[in-house]
């Protein structure tokens, strides 16, 4: 068990093992100052010092329940004593029990930078002492709060401030701080500015000198949930990103988190809810509210959004936990191409749907998630993240089922709670409880098939968080057949709970060459959709199938080793790669994609590991996920008969032929069944059912030749944009959208939204033979993204730079091809290769312009993207204008020089 060093700070501390860490003498301070039996009297927490620089100190922290109060206020000394005013009362007898406690020996002032505005909050807590934290007393005062804080890392300086106020002078050490560990590049995950203040009394030293205030700055680095997500994503050891300073991540070995019991975490409700909860830089959505009638708890209300926005995504996951690591990256990714700043973030959401089974069988995951990142300003719609294509999943029916796949509904019934919601799955479904069984007791109607869970604040502020549990109302009653019961538990997976170390390859791919193979798709921290190269693989047949495996592999090895010590026709010794492979049921000679899992162990463990794998894998069905239980591949990186020997086990999905798989997306122009226009004869090209013409325009096959086809484009008014950008022509498409996406959203000369966003037309420069040869910087490569405008209104002007509008006065021709499936770099150079090839051939003039006298063209491109509609199935269409076209009469106003139409 790790030792117990008494420096007061303000988190109770980890007194379990853990594990790779060095634990370190205190380097600060002479032993009057700092040494543990002088700087702290009482009831003290306690902390692991897991390293440490000259300048600060790296600390984990237990988790403990705290009590803390918040106050806005101009004053940050003000604030602090009307805080520490309202704790003494509580501390000397403000509870239901009328209980007097002894002071716990920190308090501890929250509070983060001024933004916008002066004015901010300022949370004074300090931990509950032991012999109460299972039962603490109610406080009498409303403002006065009890909270969960989970076991973190936090880098804390010491802080030479004598009094017992904390000033302006904790915000320019804070402010110092902040540069030190950037400057050391030490990561600040969630970092939203917030920093901390413990103070405490020291006792009377030796020499009889009285007692006097010890001050530090303590800034969060990170807890659990924030590296779960990393070691999610593969990213604990990576610079910047990952663990703190080189002295964690030296020795590789991930962490291990000790969690407080549920048991021991008390119902962490609230009295009256925050006013002051989103503040500055954070952009929220305005919200009506009402007291519900009949229901005396204020903290139930009948709320009504205006102005949400926000992205949407459904991770392939059955477990509330591994929802929340799935969905960060892929909202994180998604508000990179939106019109919403990651710091306009305002709440997470994480809704959970109880399964219906009439929809999505009996036997998959009881509840499917949709995670939310949204903010104000919009028109309370959301835009659904759809899965990696590459992956073939889609989303389960009861999903689409709830509000026809939209999940932000402008009335729902609130009751606001405390804590840090990713650590109390317990404490939410009994918060949700307490609330459907309110509004029952009053006949309100209210979706009970799911529950929303609304988190406000980032990681990095610890005390008197705010969250809420939302349910959908009904007002008229009218919604409530086919609807199943929400059960009132949160299933949560083994990562949840795990205590030991995640399964790792280690050093065994330095010391051996391991197979090659990208990773598609994370389904939990162990569970992975992995796509293996094609290699050359060499095999040796085992036993009988009455062997048992170690049998049968010691066998198949002994034939394996004799070939690669030299029994071969060339008399040569090969070194061995890792990991050797047990053919487990058929021995499949075609490499493709699998799902893939890690596990430490005695072979003889298999079955259990495997029936656990296909129970898992049932569960995701709904999802589209399906596995051959003829494929399965047994893989050892260490000695077969080693009783922790580390093992991997492939099981291959069950997906179209290998052939099918591998090859590039064929460039054809008769991948889909086209629709004939019967009033000309025109041929449009197949566009989603039901989506209008302003926002999927028509286009024309005018005539189909057997390797291209002539196409004729609507006249049109677009806005557009053009710039240099870097990346490929997804990641470009992105960055070019996003100030496009913010021009129909408001970001223009009128300030309010146009239309719906329409079906984008993207263009790309294609430079000549000569300028590739010298070549083109990836940053200078340019690019241009128009999106149609509606005809009939009058339309603002663009606010943005290289934006314009252009009008079409006529249709105008193009020659293509239509390229299915997923469209990535490769295949976007083939297509354009081979259409230029093909026109070049058959003598077909396209457009070409001359800068300074060396030609050069641009390919345009587009898609009709049907949401949810299997990626396999998508068709994107290339094609270059005819020479002499007139397709636009250039920027409407602004510079031309800076927009080419």
Not at 58 to 71: C, D, E, F, P
Not at 363 to 388: H, N, P, R, W, Y
Not at 468 to 493: K, M, W, Y
Not at 514 to 536: F, H, P, Q, R, T
Request: one cysteine or more.
């Amino acid at each position: 068990m790790a030792s117990k060093v008494l420096l007061a700070t303000f988190i109770l501390v980890c007194v379990g093992v853990c594990h790779g860490h060095r634990r370190l003498k205190h380097p600060q301070g002479d032993a009057s100052s700092n040494d543990p039996e002088h700087v702290c009297t009482g009831e003290c927490p306690e902390f692991e010092l897991l390293c440490w620089t000259p300048e600060y100190d790296v600390r984990r922290y237990k988790s403990a329940l705290w009590v803390s109060t918040t106050m806005s206020d101009l004053s940050l000394s003000k604030a602090s004593g009307r805080g520490r005013k309202r704790l003494h009362d509580y501390f000397g007898g403000a509870n239901d029990k009328r209980l007097k406690m002894t002071y716990t020996g920190t308090m501890v002032t929250q509070t983060r930078m001024p933004s916008e505005s002066p004015v901010r909050e300022i949370t004074v807590a300090m931990p509950l002492p032991k012999k109460v934290a299972k039962h603490p007393p109610k406080p009498t005062d409303p403002r006065v709060v009890i909270d969960l804080v989970p076991e973190a890392i936090m880098y804390v300086k010491t802080f030479r401030g004598r009094s017992s106020r904390v000033g302006f002078v904790a915000d320019l050490e804070a402010k110092k701080f902040f540069k030190t560990l950037k400057a050391n590049n030490e990561p600040l995950h969630e970092n939203d500015g917030y920093y901390y203040v413990p103070q405490y009394s020291s006792s009377e030293d030796s020499h009889g000198h009285g007692r006097r205030i010890h001050t530090e700055i303590a800034i969060f680095a990170m807890n659990e949930k924030t590296y779960k997500w990393l070691e999610f994503n593969d990213l604990t050891t990576r610079p910047g990103q990952g663990l703190p300073t080189e002295c964690l991540r030296g020795d590789g070995e991930p962490m291990v988190w000790e969690k407080m019991d549920q048991s021991d975490i008390p119902m962490l409700t609230r009295e009256q809810c925050s006013t002051t909860y989103c503040q500055a830089p954070k952009k929220c959505p305005k919200v009506e509210t009402k007291d519900v009638k009949g229901i005396d708890d204020k903290t139930i209300q009948l709320k009504n959004l205006k102005d949400i926005k926000a992205l949407a995504y459904v991770p392939p996951t059955c477990y509330y936990d591994t929802a929340i690591h799935a969905s960060a990256t892929p909202l994180l990714e998604a508000l990179n191409t939106s019109d919403i700043s990651p710091s306009e973030v305002a709440m997470k959401i994480t809704v959970a749907m109880e399964k219906r089974e009439e929809l999505d069988g009996e036997k998959s995951c009881q509840k499917f998630f949709k995670v939310l990142f949204a903010t104000g300003g919009g028109k309370g719609g959301q835009e659904d993240i759809q899965m990696k294509e590459e992956t073939g999943l889609h989303t389960p029916k009861t999903v689409e089922a709830i509000h026809q796949g939209l999940t932000i509904s402008p009335s729902y019934y609130s009751k606001c709670f405390g804590g840090n919601a990713y650590y109390e799955p317990t404490t939410i479904t009994s918060t949700a409880k307490m609330l459907m069984e309110r509004l029952r007791d009053k006949k309100k109607c209210f979706l009970g098939d799911h529950i929303s869970v609304v988190e406000y604040h980032p990681q990095s502020r610890m005390f008197d968080r705010y969250n809420e549990i939302n349910l959908d109302a009904d007002l008229d009653c009218s919604d409530q057949e086919g609807r199943p019961p929400f059960t009132f538990h949160l299933p949560v997976s083994k990562d949840y709970s795990r205590t030991e170390a995640r399964p790792s390859l280690g050093d065994r791919c330095d010391t051996h060459e391991c197979e090659e193979l990208s990773v598609i798709m994370k389904l939990k921290n162990n569970l992975k959709i992995i796509d293996y190269k094609g290699e050359k693989w060499i095999y040796a047949k085992g036993a009988s199938e009455s062997c048992s495996y170690p049998e049968a592999f010691e066998k198949a090895l002994n034939s394996l080793l004799s070939y690669l010590n030299g029994k071969n026709e060339d008399n040569s010794t090969i070194d061995m790669t890792t990991p050797l492979y047990i053919k487990v049921v058929v021995l499949r000679e075609d490499e493709g994609r699998f799902f893939r899992f890690m596990f430490k162990g005695n072979v003889r463990d298999t079955r259990q590991h495997l029936l656990e794998v296909f129970e898992e894998l049932d569960g995701l069905k709904p999802f589209g996920v399906d596995y051959d239980a003829e494929g399965i591949y047994l893989g050892a990186y260490d000695s077969i008969d080693k009783e922790d020997a580390l093992f991997e086990v492939a099981i291959a999905l069950k997906t179209a032929s290998k052939d099918e798989q591998n090859k590039t997306p064929a460039v054809d122009s008769d991948e889909k069944e086209l629709k004939e226009d019967t009033s000309d004869g025109k041929v449009a090209l197949p566009k989603p059912e039901g989506c209008s013409e302003i926002i999927c325009p028509t286009v024309y096959v005018i005539k189909d030749h057997s390797n291209f086809m002539e196409l004729l484009l609507p006249n049109r008014r677009s806005v557009c944009l053009r710039t240099k950008l870097c990346g490929d022509p997804q990641t470009s498409g992105r960055q070019l959208i996003r100030p496009i996406r913010g021009y129909f959203n408001g970001d223009n000369s009128a300030n309010e939204k146009v239309i719906d966003f329409a079906v984008p037309l993207f263009k790309v420069r294609v430079y000549s033979a000569e300028e590739e040869e010298k070549g083109i910087a990836p940053c200078e490569r340019e690019y241009q993204a128009c999106v149609r405008l509606p005809d009939d209104k009058e339309i603002p002007e663009p606010n943005g730079k290289g934006m314009s509008i252009f009008t079409a006065t006529r249709d105008f021709h193009g020659y293509g091809i239509a390229v299915k499936g997923h469209v990535s770099e490769a295949v976007a150079s083939k297509a354009t290769s081979t259409l230029m090839k093909t026109l070049d051939k058959e003598n077909v003039p396209y457009d070409k312009a001359c800068d300074n006298c060396r030609l050069f063209t641009w390919v345009a491109y587009f898609s009709y993207d049907e949401p949810l509609s299997n990626p396999k199935e998508k068709i994107t269409y290339f094609l270059f204008i005819k020479k002499g076209e007139d397709i636009g009469e250039g920027p409407a106003k602004g510079d031309s020089n800076e927009t080419e139409g």
